[in-house]
């Protein structure tokens, strides 16, 4: 029960149904806050307990400083958690891991259950193996099953094991699309009260839900898991950016193109830690989709979320989704009522301000290597001919055309060229270069939720198809969409057929291409690429194109709009000019150019109207949670504690409460340490966390091998999540990892200074090493320390390897604060200085004293930090909020949440 001190509590009634609210216009000052500040008032005052959430608080979000810097603390309140299975196979692993250590500690296991709705959708696992014929998908799924058969009969349990945890099967659409079209309720409905629709998911595009006017973003598994047990989220009340939209975009424009212009403008501007809030009459000339889309990306701009007020548009999306007339009518009543209905002539209090003509915003891609890099379409093949010498030797000859004119003509870029043939199976030969698109995906939450680019896609298709054009024999052609509807509306409009012309079979629903999962490429092309160091490309309409992430193959990676990737995939090369350049020839032996297959905007619209509707979405949702035969075939344990197969090499269970009194130790200064990497810019979660194939001659294909897992059956370590056995072996094991201390070397390499010289070695191994001689261990890093995916592994990885601090120059705000979850102690390097600048080689040992100060309750601004070699400096701790130094004085935050409960 709130202590309601506002007198806030109030009925609202819709229809025939009452429901309790508590309203906004009782505390002075919200009228003039941005949408996403309104939302967090509301939880603030449902929640008020006196204690943890008092009317100080509540008053300081209404008395909130647009201008000042964050400095006050709240406690937010999810209304639900999702989860992907990547990310929540651990989750679950860990609650049962609790179940037994509450047990262990006298408490009642029964306490270990999730406190609000949880709902994990399994759309992380299937990968791509085969592609281009007709049974592509049921082979992949096929493939699924068998790989995954352990993890799935686990999660299978969780769902019999624990209240409020749902499990959307294998095979059914990406978890952000599953989403936004059936699981989102906009606004909430429980114990008889109505209250916003907010959310933590464990991954970061959970922020795609933003755009039907939820709140929520992604967190770690381990937030997460405190989450559902209860606990609310500790943050500062952020400082929102509003964004406002004008105009409407031009035709043979898209949503792609709009929110890579977006990404770019927020990467530049600087969003990191904030909400950005779309606001303006723009806003309602974008569409729902393109909304979802836009929300979608904020992890690539890297705010917290990204959100868009309720208006007509989310009704008409509700409506057409399937929600009942009831729930539409509150979400409406509810808005209207707490002011939260969208005025397009309104100009709230924001922080900052951007501003964008959506009329200005053309075609696009961005790449090869980062969301933020935008590409103009017109100068891509120009900026490709650049930046493929950062991936080639010095000494090839530049300059010369890489295809016959009648395959796939090259534009005149002098860019490096080493031409090789390849025999394919049916023993035709052709030729690859440099630049040569290898993957061609229609992949990701960001766009196959989006039926306006879907649709051109497959517009694309046909017009390429009557023209007598198909894919190059050297793409391998992907459609992996977000749910069932989309192929739904394909087959309605009879557009599949064509799809499946160009190469474009369905091959799974689920986060293939875009995570890594876009399977081997033909091994012919893969020999070729491999043998001759070959600058291969990706084309895909995904979120992300770090280095390594997308195919151990290849090394430039590009994102771009469905129509596009189909058009590149037809084209064959990333030095065509597609603006301008022929992407083949028709039957007649004309050149066909990209206008000549690209869709109006009515043709698109024309499909969009007449083969969507409502009844789509009630087929693929009536019975979301039961899955296939196949799935309800598990078999599974039962008991609500798990019975762990110590022959497992899936799940296993965790050391995170071995030896954990109910006690806290007080905290230690951390005196000689050694620096496992020396990181540059940028490093990720991607370069951090294990994730993609598994490689035999790693430890942690050796350690599968000697488990007697044949290498055919390794899987991919997303897979293999819930073994942290897999896991630590993987961390910073990314094949684009550039270890500074290990030069020359990329990937999971460092020195081992256990021994004498610190010969190179695999980090697992040295950590191992450094472990035994009670060693502790440090990472030096660079700026953006920890961005992209909310990858919990990143976090537990480093500290099961016995990292105890980071200093690095930023962090992205998830990693950051997964590190301190797990017991591991961000620092950041004094204002303008750098490892560099200091003369940090990595090689020396280091001391930091002053952490101690944390035992007195409170948090030191910084921390002196030492070396052997001299070197003296005083670090940033990056504990910034009190709730933060709760979790590192307990050792993380599990332990801290598993004392609560037992207490409680």
Request: hydrophobic share 35%; charged share 20%; aromatic share 8%.
């Amino acid at each position: 029960m709130s202590a309601n001190s506002f007198d806030a509590r109030s009925t609202l009634r819709v229809g025939d149904e009452s429901y309790e609210i508590f309203k906004l216009d009782k505390v002075e000052g919200s009228a003039r806050l941005p949408y996403s500040l309104k939302v967090l008032l509301e939880n603030l005052l449902r929640t008020e307990d006196g204690a943890n959430i008092t009317a100080d608080h509540i008053r300081a979000i209404g008395g909130w400083d647009s201008q000042a810097q964050p400095s006050q603390e709240i406690q937010f309140t999810p209304a639900r958690v999702i989860m992907q299975d990547f990310t929540g196979v651990p989750c679950v692993v860990d609650l049962a891991t609790m179940r037994e250590a509450v047990k262990e500690l006298g408490g009642d296991p029964a306490k270990i259950n999730p406190l609000a709705p949880a709902e994990l959708v399994i759309d992380h696992s299937v990968i791509a193996d085969k592609f281009g014929t007709k049974d592509a998908f049921g082979q992949n799924v096929e493939l699924e099953y068998g790989r995954n058969k352990e993890r799935y009969q686990f999660l299978r349990w969780g769902q019999t094991a624990f209240d409020e945890f749902k499990v959307v099967p294998p095979g059914t659409g990406i978890v952000h699309q599953v989403n936004i079209e059936h699981l989102a309720r906009t606004v909430m409905v429980r114990g008889g009260q109505a209250y916003p629709d907010t959310l933590v998911g464990t991954d970061s595009h959970t922020t795609m839900v933003n755009g039907l006017g939820v709140l929520g973003w992604g967190v770690g598994g381990i937030e997460a898991e405190a989450a559902m047990l209860g606990q609310p989220v500790s943050m500062l009340i952020p400082r929102v950016v509003g964004f406002k939209l004008t105009g409407e975009l031009k035709p043979g424009t898209t949503a792609t193109d709009l929110v890579l212009t977006i990404t770019e403008m927020l990467r530049k501007h600087g969003v990191v830690g904030k909400f950005v809030e779309f606001y303006g009459e723009g806003v309602a000339a974008t569409s729902l989709a393109n909304r979802a889309t836009i929300g979608n990306m904020s992890p690539e701009f890297g705010s917290t979320a990204a959100i868009f007020p309720i208006d007509d548009e989310t009704l008409n999306y509700l409506r057409l989704t399937g929600r009942d007339a009831q729930q539409v009518a509150l979400v409406e009543a509810y808005a209207k009522e707490q002011g939260l209905w969208l005025d397009p002539k309104a100009e709230p209090d924001f922080s900052e301000k951007l501003e964008l003509d959506l009329a200005t915003v053309v075609p696009s891609i961005a790449g090869p290597k980062r969301p933020q890099d935008r590409i103009v379409l017109a100068n891509a093949a120009q900026q490709f001919a650049q930046d493929v010498r950062n991936y080639v030797s010095d000494d090839e000859e530049a300059g010369k055309e890489s295809f016959p004119a009648s395959d796939a003509p090259a534009s005149s870029n002098g860019v490096p060229t080493k031409p090789t043939t390849v025999t394919a199976p049916d023993g035709s030969t052709y030729e690859i270069d440099h630049g040569a698109v290898t993957v061609a995906a229609i992949t990701s939450c960001t766009n196959t939720s989006n039926p306006y680019v879907m649709v051109a896609a497959a517009l694309v298709a046909k017009k390429a198809v009557e023209k007598g054009l198909t894919r190059k024999p050297w793409v391998k052609t992907t459609l992996a969409p977000g749910s069932k509807v989309v192929t739904d509306y394909f087959d309605k409009a009879g557009l599949t057929p064509y799809l499946d012309k160009v190469g474009f079979n369905l091959v799974g629903y689920g986060c293939t291409t875009c995570i890594g999962n876009s399977g081997p490429l033909p091994e012919e092309v893969s020999k070729a690429v491999n043998d001759n160091d070959l600058a291969v490309t990706s084309v895909l309409s995904g979120n992300r194109n770090f280095e390594g992430r997308i195919n151990p193959d290849v090394k430039m990676n590009y994102l771009a709009s469905p129509p596009l990737v189909v058009a590149y995939a037809i084209a064959g090369s990333m030095k065509v000019d597609i603006t301008k350049d022929a992407l083949g020839t028709d039957q007649d032996g004309k050149p066909v150019f990209l206008a000549d297959i690209w869709p109006s905007e009515a043709e698109v619209n024309d499909v969009v109207a007449n083969a969507i509707g409502e009844d789509m979405f009630n087929k693929s949702y009536q019975d979301v949670f039961a899955g296939d035969a196949q799935w309800q075939a598990l078999p599974i344990p039962t008991g609500n504690t798990f019975e762990w197969d110590s022959e497992s090499t899936y799940v296993r269970k965790p050391p995170y409460f071995e030896g954990m009194t109910m006690e806290t130790t007080p905290v230690e200064d951390i005196t000689g340490a050694r620096v496992l990497a020396k990181l540059g810019d940028s490093v990720t979660t991607d370069h951090i966390s294990p994730a993609g194939a598994i490689k035999a001659d790693t430890p942690a294909g050796k350690y599968l091998t000697e488990h007697g897992i044949e290498r055919r059956d390794f899987n991919s370590y997303g897979s293999r999540r819930g073994n942290h056995e897999v896991m630590i072996r993987g961390t910073f094991a990314n094949i684009r990892l550039r270890n500074q201390i290990a030069p020359g070397t990329e990937g999971g390499y460092t020195r081992d200074f256990t021994q004498a010289d610190g010969p190179v070695s695999f980090i697992y191994d040295a950590s191992q090493n450094y472990q035994a001689a009670g060693t502790p261990l440090a990472i030096l890093a660079g700026k953006e320390y920890g961005s992209g995916s909310s990858r919990d592994w990143a976090a537990k990885g480093t500290a099961l390897l016995g990292v105890k601090a980071v200093i690095a120059e930023s962090y992205e705000r998830i990693h950051r604060s997964n590190l301190i979850g797990m017991g591991v102690l961000p620092l950041q390097f004094p204002e303008g200085q750098t490892a560099e600048t200091l003369g940090l080689t990595g090689e020396e040992a280091f001391s930091f004293t002053g952490v101690t100060e944390l035992n007195n309750g409170t948090t030191p601004r910084t921390v002196k930090v030492t070396t052997d070699t001299g070197v003296e400096f005083d670090a940033v701790v990056r504990i910034d909020t009190p709730g933060e130094a709760d979790y590192y004085r307990n050792g993380g935050i599990l332990q801290y949440v598993l004392r609560s409960l037992i207490r409680s």
